[in-house]
C-alpha cells in the first residue's frame, strides 16, 4: 500500500505541476463517461414507448439518445486532447529525469551493478510506460466511474442482474494473479534483453563491421540473437498464453450465470411479473456487465503495472539519492597542489570477490611525475578512476593537501583535474568545441583552444580538414566528416591538456591508437606539461603498457593482479632486476633488430 500511495503521489503531482490546465481538462472525459451511461436507459425507454404506443415518451427517449451522444463526444474530445497534451509533457517530463538522474550521479561503480543495470533495462524498456502512468490512471478513474454507473443502472433493472455482476469476481481476482506474472516475467526477461541489445549492437554498428566481416561472425551473432531475443520475449509469451487460458475460463463462468439470469428475467415478463422496460435495460447491460468485470480486472492490473513501473522510478531516485549522499562531501579541494597520499587503498567491482586493487600505497609530491605500468588487467585504469572519484575506494584511505577525498564535493573535485583516456568520447560537434570543451569555462576562446592542440600534438589533424577549427566532426551531419581512430584520439588528449595547472593530469594509455612518430611527438609535449606542472604543482600520472615511454617519470609504480609490486624511479627498478627489469626487456628486445636482419 506504502508503494501505491508514492507512486499515486507521484503521478498526480508531477502532471498537476507540469500540465496543470491539461490535467483538469482530463476531467471531461469523466463526465463523458457519466452521461454516456445513460444511454441504454435511454433505448429501454423508446422500447417501451413503442410497445405501449407512446410517441411523445419515443420522441423524447430518441431527443435525450442523440443529445447524450452529442455531449459524451464533446466532453470526450476536450478530455482525449488534454489527455494528450498531459501524456507527452508528462511523459517528456519523466524521461528527462530519469536522463539526468544517471547523469549525475557522482560515480559509476553502479555501471558495474547488475541489479541496478536490470533495473535500468526494464525503465528504457517501459521508459514509454511512465509517461503513460497518468494516462493509466485517468483510465482506472473512467473505470471505476462506469463501473459503479454500470451497477446502479443494473440493479434498477432488476436485483438479480447484481447476480450476473457477482460473475464477474473470478475476472477481477485473475488481475492480481496477471501482474505477479508480468512481474516476474519482466524480471526474468531483463538480463537477456540487454545481451540482446549488445548482440544487436555488435551486427549493426559500423565500428564493428570490420571484425564481424573479416572473421565471419555474422552467422554466429544472427544464432546468439536469435537464443538471447527468444529468452528475453519467452517469459511474457508464456504469460500471455497463461492469460489467454485463464480469462476463457471466466468468461465461460460469467456467461452461463449471465444466461440463466436472462432465461429467468424473460419467465417473469411473459408471466406479467416484470415489465418490458427492466428485460430491455437488462439484455443491453449484459454486455456492460461483462465489461465492468473487465474493467474492473483491467483497473487491478493496470494498477499493479504502474504501481510496479513507477516503483522502479522511486527506486532509481531512491539509489541515485543513496549514492550521492555516501558521496556528498561538501569540502572544497584544495586551491593550491598538494601531496596525494594513498593508505592500504583497495576496491572490488560489484559482486566480484577478487580484488581490483588490494592495499595500493602512495604517497606524491606536488609536480610529480608517476608512470603506472603493468600489464593488461593490472588495475592501472581501476586505480586512476579511484584517485579521480569515479569510484569509490572499498578500503583505505586517499587524502589530496591534507583532505580526505570522501569529504570533497565529488564534482568540484573533478572540477580541478583534467585527463586524457583511451576509451574517449567521439564529440560530433564544431572541431573547436570538441577541444574546447575540456575546460567549458573557456571553451570558446580560439586561442586556449589552440593552445591544447598544440600541447595535444593535434595539429596536423585541423591541417588536414577542411574548415580548420570551423569543421563540422561527424559524418552523419551535414557537412561534417569523420576521422580516423588515431585524429579522434590527438583530439581527445588536446581536450584533456585544456585546464590550466589542474591539481591532477590523468593520461590513461593516452596513444593506444597512435602511431611511433606521433607518439614521440606527444611525449616530448607531455615532457613540456610535466616540467610545467613541476612549477604548478600538478601531479602527471601517466598510464600506460609501453614501458618505453616512462623513463623520464619521476617514479613508476608496477602493478600486478591489483597489487603493487614495483615502486622507485626507472635507475632503481632497472637495477633491481625485478618484474620491472623483465618487463622492459621484454620490449625493448622487440625493437632491436634480431641477427637475421643485421
Known sequence: ?????????????????????????????????LVALLQPWSLALFIAGATAGDQHRMITAAALFVGQIALSRLLFMIGISSRINQMERVGATFAAEIA???ATIPTVDHLDDPRYLDQLQILRERSGAIGLAVNT???????????????????????????????????????????????????????????ARALLRLGIDPEHFGEVRVFGLADG????????????????VIVAVREAGLTAITQVLFFSVAAAVIALLVGDTLAGRADIVGLTLALLLVTRLQNVSGELRGVVSELADMTRTAGRFLWLLDAADRITADHIGAEEP???????????????????????????????????????????GAGKSTLAEVITGLRTATAGAITVGGADLTTLDVAAWQARLSGAFQDHVRFELILSETVGIGDLPRRDDQQAVRAGIRAGAAEAVVDTVPAGLATQLGASWPGGIDLSGGQWQRLAIARGMMRDAPLIRVLDEPTAALDAITEHQLFDRYAAAARSGRETGTITILITHRFSTVASADVIAVLDHGRLIEYGSHDDLIAAGGHYAELYELQARGYRPSDGGR
Do not use: F, K
Open 1 to 33: 500500500m506504502t508503494s501505491l500511495l508514492r507512486a499515486l503521489r507521484l503521478l498526480v503531482s508531477t502532471s498537476i505541476r507540469v500540465a496543470p490546465v491539461a490535467s483538469l481538462g482530463c476531467l471531461a472525459e469523466v463526465a463523458g463517461v
Open 100 to 102: 539526468r538522474v544517471t
Open 137 to 195: 490512471l485517468l483510465n482506472q478513474l473512467n473505470s471505476v466511474v462506469g463501473v459503479v454507473g454500470v451497477l446502479i443502472m443494473a440493479a434498477s433493472a432488476d436485483p438479480r442482474m447484481l447476480v450476473v455482476a457477482l460473475a464477474g469476481v473470478p475476472t477481477v481476482l485473475a488481475g492480481p494473479i496477471v501482474a505477479r506474472w508480468r512481474g516476474r516475467a519482466e524480471a526474468a526477461s531483463a538480463e537477456p534483453g540487454r545481451l
Open 221 to 236: 551473432l544472427r544464432a546468439r540473437l536469435r537464443a538471447a531475443a527468444r529468452a528475453w520475449r519467452r517469459p511474457l
Open 334 to 376: 584544495p586551491r593550491r597542489p598538494g601531496r596525494l597520499s594513498l593508505s592500504g587503498v583497495s576496491y572490488h567491482y560489484p559482486g566480484s570477490e577478487r580484488a581490483a586493487l588490494a592495499g595500493i600505497t602512495l604517497d606524491l609530491a606536488p609536480g610529480t611525475v608517476l608512470a603506472v605500468v603493468g600489464e593488461n
